[in-house]
């Protein structure tokens, strides 16, 4: 049976003994480190040195290049890419998972009447899966957070995060626990399913980039600013294969969940994960969530917790690139639409507004998500919503509040933050994704109509929040969304502009206020966590045979070990082709554990570049037009496998390992690309497709409609060895171009096997 863990671990962080054994070895293996590197070290490379998989290395690594066997600490998953880690993992043939984990239900909860309704519907309409996911929690050992008891990057920073610690998650935004100086890292099912079953995870050496933060936020000006700032200069791929490391006073100064906001959001500038050293900021974060014993324990080990003095006094000598942000100037940011990287200043969003056509009048402000829902984020943006009550404005958009997590929330209303909310008639939704990822049955989104909302999230790519491609979705500080919302205008400068109240006077809001942390202290009735059995063996973990939500996996075919011929072109995809163009979520969340049923959103967001159309392909055996998953479908029913090609940065976004899965399971053997973003490359080589990249940008241009390809080399499939690709046009004539890959002998392997869990299930039976 389960049990409320919380009546347990009251006084004490959870897996406070790994937390200690993790600082009691830092000493030596940041000294090795210093002495193999001959340099001072950041605060990265002594946390990437102290989590090598075996203990040490008698050799320095080369950052960008080698790949290297990390130990991480931990694990999270969320309910929505949880479900395909899970049945992973239970093929792996393990009793336990080797490392702490955890799994919450926050993605699949939608954001519509409030959060009462909200939550029981939830719990109904999804029941099988959240049971599913206890099952198999309660099983394995893992930790579950059930649905309403918060975001996952929430709840890991309030529970989890311990600084010079090192996590993996299956989410993008794991990276959030930067804040609390960990490196936490996203990444596929496949990836998390390795550490669980007791095996390395590998990384290629991330470069490192230092941002340097002098100066004090104030005024308008908030953590988020700064990511915003970083995301315009940097662009979306800007950061990948890099460790963003911020440091200066400019970093101390802020709040600890502020850390988190911009650690979070940096992985939509593509990078493997962001994080700050430790700092007097996350030591009161820890006491001020229980969790004095990490406190205590990380002063003990504090310069191991962050880099050498040298590098911060000379980081161009130390980080592969340094950005300078002077926070006493930077102004705040609105970044958006369709892209979180489109950085413009409040100062001069009307210009750039009107110049660009976007819908000025906003229709709704929504505040949450993992990267701006914590105690800080909803005390700021209170105190502007305060003021509109107090000076008379009427909203003239429209609020929704997802705290982070049951805890945040339970305190804030304690302390009257949701008050001037409810006010404002703003509807306060469960402790979850919600909107953010698509779960959010906006009243009139089938219309399709033009239209701006401004949020706090991260992502901003079409059709993310509503479903609306003609959705202009902005991102903003949670106090710079309350603004925006007050004023219904996306050009509202509140620093400059003055509104008009109900009795007719002009009226300013003052700069926002807010505590970094509740006076009184965190508190929560009922946390939402369910602890596992210490023996989980005669849990039974039912999957049904007629579900239309979760089915078992069946394991992919090896690879034949012959050169690859008479592939054809699915689709070419025609610029941005993110996780969410692959595998949409939304309506789709629902069949994230039953592959069968998802592949039928196989890259029905992709641009079609010879028709600029999204879902419409041509099929070369008939030559009619269809939808991308259908004519995959008699592809593979033909037994012919298929190519897709891609531009730059493909898979951008999301971990999801679907967007991988799905054409795999549909028959995609090969992704030709302009370039990959980080995890997508990984998730493709783990469930055995060829993930390539052209040599030659150009020949992009080469790739026809009915074209076939021929991989008249990949016997020869070896690292460092380029694959020759022999492209047939309708005409009979050829190209020949050149792919580049990424693949070690390992995921070399992975392609032999037919993915890297066949090759688990191997080495567990032999
Ligand atoms: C997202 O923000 O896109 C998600 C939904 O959290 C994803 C994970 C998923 O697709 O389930 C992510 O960021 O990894
Ligand atoms: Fe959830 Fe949105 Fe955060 Fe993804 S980005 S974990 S969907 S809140």
Redesign the pocket.
Known sequence: MYFYANLIHSTMAFDIEMIKQVYARLDTSVSNARQLTGKPLTASEKILYSHLWGGKTDRPYTRGTDYVDFAPDRIAC?D??AQMALLQFMQAGKAKVAVPTTVHCD?LIQAKSGATVDLKSANSTSAEVFDFLESVSNKYGIGFWKPGAGIIHQVVLENYAFPGGMMIG????TVNAGGLGMLAI?VGGADAVDVMADMPWELKFPKLIGVKLTGKLNGWTAPKDVILKVAGILTVKGGTGAIIEYFGDGAESMSCTGKGTICNMG?EVGATTSTFGYDDSMERYLRSTDRDDVADAANAVREHLTADPEVYANPELYFDQVIELDLNTLRPHINGPFTPDLATPVSEMSKVAKASDWPLQVEWGLIGS?TNSSYEDLARAASIAKQAVEKKLVTKAEFGINPGSEQVRYTAERDGLLVPFNELNAKIFTNA?GP??GQWAREGADKEEKNSIIHSF??NFSKRADGNPNTHAFVASPEMVAAVAISGRLDFDPVNDTLINQDGEEVKLDPPTGMELPPLGFDVKENGYLAPQEDGSTVNVVVSETSERLQLLTPFAPWDNQNLMGAKLLIKALGKCT??HISM?GPW?RF?GHLDNISNNCLIGAVNAFNEKTNFVKNQLTGSYGGVPDVQRQYKAAGLETVVVGDHNYGE????E?AAMEPRFLGVKVVLVKSFAR?HETNLKKQGMLGITFNTESDYNLIQEDDTFNFIDLKDFAPGKQITVEVVHADGSKDIILANHTYNEQQIEWFKEGSALNLIKKQNVA
């Open positions: 969320q929505a890419t993605h299956t989410d993008s935004h996203g992985a993992c994704c953010c990822i991260n992502r996780t969410d979520a969340l994230r976004g999301s971990s999801r679907h995890i």
